[in-house]
């Protein structure tokens, strides 16, 4: 079965930092790889995603994540964060080929201090 | 276009109890999946549903069911309510459930079970 681990569940940031959400998953094909998040008080909705092609994903709102296959990891970055970036953070895998069985991380929650 | 709706927003039950939920995809979407999210667990997937076809399926046990109706409206139960099925349900929607499809997330229904 497959997993997805994200590493740190709360993360405090000053605006213009940069930040780096860390996302392992575990599964031996192909894969499918999402970012969601979910900013207070509204939908989850979908930030970015990767299917196939190039491994650098650029996504909303100046999000990117970068897929390394031979770590298995898919991290969120951005380069200055913004306090309207105040949002829990999901990161997401699926079967490639198949139809939409999704496992998510548990979740970060990221603050941005102003 | 209208977003997905989810009905009630909010339920509190008693154990051994059973409850119905409702979501209402986006108009032309055919693809109605549902996940509980909890802060311990993140979000869980439940089932997918296409055409009113379970076509993918969780490992949560048969006390949750659910059904997608011919205008693709969903529903799910929850039989013999237990403490632990507290959480938020979510339901999303896609247009086929392929996995290019993006899925798009209702407010979710928050379950209490006393």
């Known amino acids: 079965a497959q997993s997805v681990s994200q590493h740190n569940h709360h993360v405090i940031l000053s605006e213009a930092a940069s930040l780096e959400l860390g996302c392992n998953y575990s599964?031996?094909?192909?894969?499918?790889l999402f970012w969601y998040v979910q900013y207070p008080g509204q939908h989850l909705q979908l930030l970015l995603k990767y299917f196939s092609g190039d491994p650098l994903v650029k996504g909303i709102k100046g999000f990117e994540a970068e897929f390394i296959k031979s770590k298995f990891s898919f991290n969120l970055r951005k380069p200055s964060v913004q306090w309207s970036d105040t949002a829990e953070y999901f990161c997401a895998v699926s079967n490639s080929g198949g139809y939409q069985k999704v496992t998510f991380g548990i979740g970060t929650k990221l603050q941005v201090i102003p | 276009k209208a977003g997905v709706t989810q009905t009630p927003r909010y339920l509190i039950k008693t154990r051994g109890q059973q409850v119905t939920l409702s979501c209402s995809p986006i108009?032309?979407?055919?693809?109605v999946s549902w996940y509980q999210q909890t802060p311990g667990q993140g979000l869980q997937f439940l089932f997918e549903?296409?055409?009113?076809?379970?076509?993918n399926k969780g490992n949560f046990p048969g006390r949750f069911s659910g059904r997608q109706f011919s205008n693709s409206r969903s529903e799910m139960n929850v039989s013999t309510l237990e403490l632990g099925d507290s959480a938020l349900y979510l339901c999303?929607?896609?247009?086929?459930?392929?996995?290019?499809?993006?899925?798009?997330f209702g407010p979710g229904t928050r379950l209490t079970v006393l």
């Open positions: 549903y296409f055409s009113e076809t379970q076509r």
């Open positions: 108009s032309g979407h055919r693809s």
């Open positions: 999303a929607s896609s247009l086929i459930g392929g996995e290019a499809d993006t899925q798009y």
């Open positions: 599964y031996g094909g192909t894969v499918n």
